[in-house]
């Protein structure tokens, strides 16, 4: 497996960060209309659902192909078919498939993952993809994956402003306008308190909106999470929960050990997800020592008054 931490092609940036996806697409003769596709997006929980869902869907479908970012261990885990992450082999020879497209048009890291990923779900005749999104969604590279069986809205909240926008109107539009016309959106119950906005914005695109419930879990940001996987299931006639009684992606309330100290770690990275990590680590009524890290474009300080304020040691890496 290739780690994150090699570098497997260079992070090209455009300049004028014009959208060429839909060009590089039509030369490849649109492999993308042949993947049936589910369209995940959201703020936080995106990972997880997504990993929930690809489990449910072997149920019903031989080949569940899964689009998720970031990695966490290994680049090759952003794209699976039935859980079985890409080889290494697959992936570079893809790399060396699509380089002159990559160098022709400054591809995008994501771009250059989302290509790759449509080409090997087309060669693999997957029989249907969970899609990730990886910041927003109409704006997102994976929206131009059209033929859409439905699209997942998790918990909607501030992250990636500078490509959102800094209103929560604004953030909204970026997610839910993923759902193509015609089609239906499964909305986490994380999103009632927007119910107003969501449906004024997709009056127009014949939407069937479609607000989940909770699951009774004892991680509580899992709860929405899976309450909006086991609508979705419902919906394709899969009543089988037991995928829920697995544990979650790894860096999702993660328990390394429970002795002889209790460690978990958890990539919230939002000031959302702070706040649900905080309430699942309270609900274990513990007392806790908080390691957190950061990159500096996120709202760090207000993360770290949050957790300041709820316990007694944190230390902090940004």
């Known amino acids: 497996m290739i780690s994150v931490d090699q570098e497997l092609f260079p992070i090209n940036q455009r300049p004028n960060r014009e959208v060429v996806f839909d060009k590089v ?9 042949s993947l049936k596709v589910i369209n995940v997006v959201g703020t936080n ?3 997880s659902i997504s990993f929930y869902l690809s489990k449910g869907l072997l149920k019903k479908y031989k080949k569940v192909g899964l689009f998720i970012s970031p990695a966490f261990l290994y680049q090759n885990e952003r794209i699976q078919i039935n859980n079985q992450p890409i080889s290494d082999n697959d992936l570079i020879n893809y790399l ?9 048009y400054q591809l995008h890291f994501f771009e250059i993952w989302t290509l790759i990923m449509i080409l090997y779900f087309k060669d693999q005749n997957v029989d249907i993809v969970v899609c990730e ?7 997102d590279t994976t929206s131009f994956l059209t033929n859409q069986l439905f699209s997942l809205c998790t918990s909607i909240s501030f992250d990636h402003m500078d490509l959102l926008g800094n209103s929560i109107d604004e953030i909204i539009y970026n997610k839910i306008n993923i759902a193509k016309p015609n089609t ?14 969501i449906n004024e ?15 009774d879990d004892q991680i509580i940001y899992q709860k929405a999470n899976k309450g909006l996987v086991k609508k979705v299931l419902e919906y394709l006639n899969i009543f089988d929960t037991d995928i829920f009684k697995l544990e979650p992606p790894l860096g999702r309330f993660t328990t390394l050990r429970t002795y002889p100290n209790h460690i978990i770690i ?14 699942s680590v309270k609900a274990l009524n513990k007392e806790f020592i908080v390691l957190y890290a950061s990159i500096n474009t996120k709202e760090y300080l207000k993360s ?15």
């Open 96 to 104: 060396n498939k699509i380089d002159y497209l990559i160098k022709k």
């Open 25 to 33: 697409l039509t030369e490849l003769n649109h492999p993308e209309k």
């Open 45 to 47: 929980g995106k990972g």
């Open 304 to 318: 770290l008054e949050l957790l300041d304020q709820n316990f007694k040691e944190v230390y902090m890496w940004i």
């Open 266 to 279: 958890d990539g919230a990275h939002n000031v959302d997800g702070i706040k649900k990590l905080i309430q």
């Open 184 to 197: 239906k959106l499964f909305i986490s119950y994380d999103n009632l308190k927007y119910k107003d906005k």
């Open 133 to 139: 999104a990886g910041i927003g969604g109409v704006k």
């Open 201 to 215: 914005q997709l009056i127009n695109k014949n939407v069937e909106l479609i607000y989940t419930d909770l699951y």
